[in-house]
């Protein structure tokens, strides 16, 4: 069986990944369970969970572990041909295997289930896997245990299946074949069989399936299908679910093109280094190494494909945490202390429709600009239509609630000038509605809704103004003041949002009170309306790249791992080769530095491969136009974010993290190498025939 590093690293990835599959179960015991909303089945939520998180997280999962299985057989193979030759059945390793690796995922199951659920209940986060009780009656989420023995469950099946899979592919074939593997590092070839029907028809569903995913995300992207079914669908149900099936579809093909992408890609990286690093060196360890590195190895093809996942996996998560810092920081850069009006926010069904006529006063505005201690960004205050909202608590409405949709209409131009590109990239457009914190700056109010996200309209005197929301951190919920200028015509400016002078600080909300009582002593009873957050409450904001952390240390410890299995792979299909390299005369040096030289192509190769993918992921998702479905498709403004993404990496951290990682496999296969280095040829050609190395 499996021993060494590489079990352990598919146990860590195991782990992992049922410590995140019980984490989503949310807390065991909680005050706060669902309800039935009457909008589908209480199963549902389950169900949409394996499609969208638990199958794409298992293949994911799968795929690291069985690719760590295969790298931790490479020493084991010619004991599998060996053991085939005198008698063992295929039949009877595979099905150890399949016992030995699943008692190993319960165990790594077992260990990372616990944490998981602990991390839950410690955050006692709404899960929709918990039960269905009433909020504030405290109970035992059954919901949140059956998931994760569930998850349990299914974690040890896949490392059994993991397993399975990695013995499949190295006792396939008679032992002979299997020992011409051994020795020259390649896959066992499979038997040429004339291809029958039903095999080209399974080969055909994979890749027609893939096609209609990637086309259902298309049309999804362009026509929003779960907002057409309900407009035009007496039961929309079906075509959401089939689009969900689509998607998920989509996702897992998404996550085998990704596979393919890295390892052809890094496979070609490598070849184009090994062609370089020989050039001038023709006795020394660069040249050795490029010799190696031309050969093809499947052990090398395995590390390039591990190595450049975790590689995308790191560049993506500080990506996507750079991205989201950048937000919350645009979101800072633009926290009003208190947001004055000439509208009363208060008078629900009694304002007119459409952007506000009635001016703020001019003495106001020009005593608030001339205040030293205040920035303004003058604006335009925009009513909806009031809308009445039936309140419930899952069994029983608790009344209404009559409210007026306020929206305030902001120039870029005019905001630029006090936070440079905040309110852009936040996702401020044509046809967006950013929303905002209105429920801080309300505080009178027994109900503020959160401004929809997604494909909406905002009802007026001139109809259903389709728009796009998105979710966001900004004061109030906000539309591009050019944009709604077009729509509802020319109008005064009726609002101000006012900021403190001054660089911003970290923390939403908790004006000074001085601030706050100059701005009301700025504006009179009868003059303006002042709306501002509570002096003694709000938020603060750090910056969290826990999972990129925590995915930074177990990467770096991967690669580690890898590095020495990539340089003893090396060490010991090539001992005859470097063995002879010392007999003709090779210099101690040159025979450490191959192995090296070769680590560092093949980790380095990989580390940027998957950089880049990383990067770009983290660039296409973290943008609020290019994939959102019924996104305003404005090619600047995505343009725009694209470019501005790449300013939020840090690049220091994600380039560090990759030097880190070739600076590790370079010691580590230079460690490895000194055994090439210290024995004598005669020793090493002895070990290469007792281990059966070409």
């Not at 070739?662 to 580590?668: H, K, P």
Request: charged share 15%.
């Amino acid at each position: 069986m499996i021993t060494g590093p590489m079990r352990w690293a598919a146990g860590v990835v195991l782990a992992l990944g049922a410590g995140f599959g019980a984490w989503m179960a949310g807390p065991v015991w909680a005050p706060l369970g669902t309800f039935d909303d009457g909008t589908g089945p209480a199963w549902l939520p389950w169900l949409m969970a394996l499609f969208f998180y638990g199958i794409p997280g298992l293949v994911i999962v799968g795929i690291l572990a069985t690719l760590f299985l295969r790298l931790g057989l490479v020493s084991a193979r010619d004991g599998l041909a060996t053991r085939m030759a005198l008698g063992a059945t295929r039949r009877d390793i595979l099905r150890t295997a399949a016992v030995a690796s699943a008692r190993d995922g319960a165990i790594a199951a077992a260990v990372g289930v616990p944490v998981g659920l602990a991390l839950a209940q410690a955050a006692s986060d709404f899960s929709p896997m918990s039960s269905q009780e009433l909020p504030g009656d405290p109970s035992l989420q059954w919901g949140a245990v059956a998931w994760a023995v569930a998850v349990f469950a299914g974690f040890a099946a896949l490392a059994g299946l993991c397993g399975v899979l990695a013995y499949a592919a190295l006792t396939k074939g008679a032992p002979d074949a299997m020992a011409r593997a051994v020795a020259g590092d390649t896959d066992v070839a499979a038997p040429s069989l004339p291809p029958r029907a039903w095999h080209r028809v399974a080969r055909a569903v994979p890749v027609v399936a893939s096609v209609l995913g990637f086309a259902l995300v298309i049309l999804n992207r362009t026509v929003p299908l779960d907002a057409w079914a309900s407009e035009n669908l007496e039961s929309p149900g079906d075509l959401v679910w089939a689009k969900n099936i689509g998607l998920m579809v989509a996702a897992v093909a998404a996550v085998w093109c990704a596979f393919r992408l890295l390892r052809w890609a890094s496979e070609r990286a490598v070849r184009t280094a090994s062609a370089v690093l020989g050039r001038g060196d023709t006795t020394g360890g660069r040249a050795f190494a490029a010799d190696g590195l031309a050969r093809p190895s499947a052990t090398r093809r395995r590390v390039l494909t591990v190595t450049a996942i975790v590689a995308t996996l790191w560049a993506w998560s500080w990506g996507a945490s750079g991205a989201s810092e950048a937000d919350i920081d645009a979101a800072l850069s633009v926290d009003a202390v208190a947001i004055v009006t000439s509208v009363d926010p208060w008078a629900e069904s009694g304002l007119p429709t459409g952007l506000s006529r009635i001016g703020l006063d001019q003495d106001v505005i020009a005593t608030l600009a001339d205040d030293p201690r205040l920035r303004v960004i003058p604006a335009r205050v925009l009513v909806g239509a009031p809308q009445t909202v039936t309140l419930s608590d899952g069994t029983r409405d608790l009344g209404e609630v009559a409210t007026a949709e306020l929206v305030l209409a902001v120039d870029q131009a005019d905001a630029d000038a006090v936070a440079p590109h905040a309110y852009r990239t936040m996702g401020l457009a044509s046809g967006v509605l950013l929303g905002g914190r209105d429920e801080e700056y309300l505080p009178g109010e027994d109900f503020v809704p959160r401004a929809p996200t997604g494909v909406g309209t905002i009802t007026t005197w001139a109809g259903h103004t389709p728009v796009f929301g998105l979710d966001s951190e900004a004061p109030i919920t906000t539309v591009d003041g050019e944009w709604a200028r077009d729509i509802w015509g020319e109008a005064p400016v009726s609002a101000l949002v006012v900021l403190s002078a001054g660089a911003p600080d970290q923390e939403f909300g908790m004006p000074s009170p001085d601030v706050i009582a100059a701005i009301d002593a700025a504006v009179p009873d009868g003059r303006g309306f002042v709306l501002s957050t509570a002096t003694d409450s709000g938020w603060l904001v750090l910056p969290s790249h826990g999972f990129a952390v925590v995915l930074g240390g177990i990467g770096a410890a991967v690669v580690v791992l890898l590095a020495a299995g990539v340089a003893h792979a090396s060490a010991t299909s090539r001992r005859r080769d470097l063995a002879t390299f010392a007999a003709l005369g090779a210099t101690p040096r040159s025979l450490r530095a191959a192995p090296r030289w070769e680590a560092v192509v093949t980790v380095g190769s990989a580390a940027g491969v998957g950089t880049l993918l990383g990067v770009g992921l983290a660039l296409a998702f973290s943008n609020p136009f290019l994939l959102a479905p019924g996104a305003p498709f404005d090619a600047g403004e995505i343009g725009w974010h694209l470019a501005h993404g790449l300013t939020t990496v840090p690049w220091l951290v994600v380039i560090g993290g990759c030097v880190v990682a070739v600076t590790a496999a370079a010691l580590v296969a230079g460690w490895a190498g000194r055994s090439m280095a210290t024995g004598t040829p005669v020793d090493e050609l002895r070990e290469a025939q007792r281990e059966g190395a070409r």
